[in-house]
């Protein structure tokens, strides 16, 4: 650690808080519901998408979109064993980059990809629709929804965020970016208690924080050792963490009456996933706001399970008798009402802890 504080930034905390006795016994309570988590389906995963899956729900470097409806099975006439129920559709021609449900829309589903395109996906009709940009083609590497699902503030390999009201049927004569970096953004996430805050992780290392009121200069900007593969705002908007190359995954404290954002910690974590690995990227619980906490795939399989109150550890997630892959991908279920962890991995399969 030492040797690394020498090397790379942000890496030793301003100040160190004492752990509240009320977030050390939700951490516990939380323990032990980790714990209880385990891969209750038949199979031991799930082919989901053909190729290595890029995010989940889940979506591949190909371009395909898969389903998978983990309660129910299906059984063929000349066939004795039951089989999942997935659907698999190809609404790209090359890797999807991010999906999100419209916040507004639980029905409908978005999806950028390296093609240049922003589609639509409406669940009841299974069908697609494409978001207009103009007639143009744009490089998408990530992309975020307004909570009110009226605006996309969407990133570039070329360091560019843009922003596009979806509202507005046609598109625009000519396309709102902003050159904000000069490299690769391959995350933008906004804050969502204060949507006026983005959160913008680069190649160029650096974790960026800009008032999408004025694009002019960021509010704040932390450097990192290597490039920054994710950056996301906790549920409750008061925290930030990222994920960077240099095998770090660092958690920052913000407090938005001082407009203040200090590092809270910085966690060891081998981020080396490589060529044929999909980036790691530190997710939160989206609907954990009284104890946050996020996870974060492993190079040894397991899926990491962090407090973001007290940035220990809190659990982790591996079968060893049915995972034989790195599970890159991982995220909470959004909507279920105990804890499940969906996870997928290079092979474009997924596997379900419940």
């Known amino acids: 650690m030492l040797d690394d504080i020498r090397r790379y930034p942000n890496l030793k905390p301003e100040d160190t808080k004492p752990v509240k006795k009320e977030d050390q016994d939700a951490q516990e309570r939380l323990r032990e519901e980790i714990t209880g988590l385990k891969v209750n389906h038949t199979w031991a995963t799930v082919k989901v998408t053909p190729d290595r899956i890029n995010a989940s729900c889940a979506a591949d470097v190909s371009g395909s979109l898969g389903f998978w409806d983990v309660n129910n099975m299906k059984k063929e006439e000349d066939d004795e064993d039951e089989e999942p129920v997935v659907y698999t559709y190809r609404p790209h021609t090359r890797g999807i980059t991010n999906m ?5 829309n639980s029905d409908r589903l978005y999806t950028s990809s390296y093609d240049g395109t922003l589609r639509y996906f409406d669940m ?48 625009p004569s000519e396309l709102e970016l902003h050159q904000l970096r000069d490299k690769k953004v391959g995350c933008v996430h906004l804050n969502p208690v204060n949507q006026n805050l983005l959160a913008v992780a680069s190649n160029d290392r650096t974790l960026t924080v800009w008032d999408i009121r004025s694009l002019s200069e960021q509010t704040h900007e932390f450097s990192h050792g290597y490039s920054v593969t994710s950056a996301y705002w906790s549920p409750r908007g ?6 960077s190359y240099d095998d770090y995954i660092r958690l920052f404290d913000f407090n938005e009456s001082k407009n203040e954002t200090k590092l809270q910690s910085a966690i060891r974590h081998n981020n080396h996933t490589g060529r044929w690995v999909t980036n790691f990227r530190a997710r939160w619980h989206q609907t954990a706001k009284e104890h946050q906490l996020f996870l974060i795939g492993n190079m040894k399989h397991p899926v990491d399970i962090f407090s973001g109150e007290t940035s220990e550890e809190i659990g982790e997630l591996y079968d060893e008798e049915r995972i034989t892959a790195i599970q890159a991908v991982a995220q909470f279920h959004p909507t279920t009402e105990n804890m499940t ?6 092979s474009g399969r997924m596997v379900c802890y419940s």
């Open 238 to 243: 008061d925290k930030l963490v990222t994920a």
């Open 100 to 104: 999100l449900f419209d916040p507004t």
């Open 124 to 171: 009841k009709n299974a069908s697609f629709g494409l978001v207009d940009f103009g007639g143009e083609r744009v490089p998408f590497t990530n992309f975020d929804m307004s909570q009110d699902g009226h605006n996309v503030w969407y990133s570039t390999s070329e360091g560019q965020v843009g922003f596009r009201d979806i509202r507005v049927k046609d598109g």
């Open 341 to 346: 962890v969906v996870t997928g991995n290079g």
